[in-house]
């Protein structure tokens, strides 16, 4: 997976990050971000941003990492003032606007919300979320009492191929190599 945006139910945007707070007094704001690598949200030209139901469409003039975190001057934002305005506002981009990805590779919100069963067809839950450890992602998949099984929060390795075996974004499916006792 090439980038880790999060998604909002029904809606036509994923969340790329949130703006934090504003940076010194000339309007710039911190970043943060949600793509991996964490600046790959400074690639895009203009960002959705959303605060409460309104959504406004900003362009980016200008990124960058600063410490451990990224930094951005926003059109329109010229002073502090204007960028406290914006602290907390979402960065969104509209999804027919992410960059294709190859075949088999998915964005995580395409994976979260997704039935979750093993090959011999017994329900383990749905994908609630997904993480990132140091070896491979992880999901966190979340059973139903009337699924048949404990309800109960499985943590499943993302290994294609190897603990994942197919995934069925049509019909909402994904089938998983993985003992049920785990």
Do not use: C
Not at 48 to 60: A, D, H, I, N
Not at 102 to 115: F, I, K, M, P, V
Not at 158 to 164: K, M, N, Q, S, T
């Amino acid at each position: 997976m090439s980038e880790h945006a999060q998604a909002q139910p029904a809606d036509d945007h994923v969340v790329l990050g949130t703006l934090t707070s504003p940076y010194g007094i000339k309007g710039w704001l911190r970043v943060y971000s949600y793509t991996s690598p964490m600046e790959g949200i400074l690639d895009y030209a203009s960002w959705v941003l959303r605060q409460g139901t309104t959504l406004t469409r900003v362009s980016v003039l200008q990124g960058r990492r600063q410490g451990k975190g990224l930094v951005a001057r926003l059109e329109g934002v010229d002073s502090r003032e204007a960028a406290e305005a914006l602290a907390g506002a979402e960065i969104l981009l509209p999804k027919a606007e992410l960059p294709a990805l190859d075949a088999d590779d998915y964005y995580w919100y395409q994976l979260e919300g997704l039935r979750v069963v093993t090959r011999e067809g017994l329900a383990l839950g749905q994908v609630a979320y997904l993480f990132e450890t140091g070896a491979n992602d992880v999901m966190v998949v979340k059973g139903e009492v009337d699924e048949g099984i404990e309800a109960r929060e499985r943590l499943l390795p993302y290994l294609p191929g190897d603990v994942v075996l197919d995934v069925d974004l049509e019909a909402g499916v994904m089938t998983v190599d993985w003992d049920p006792e785990f």
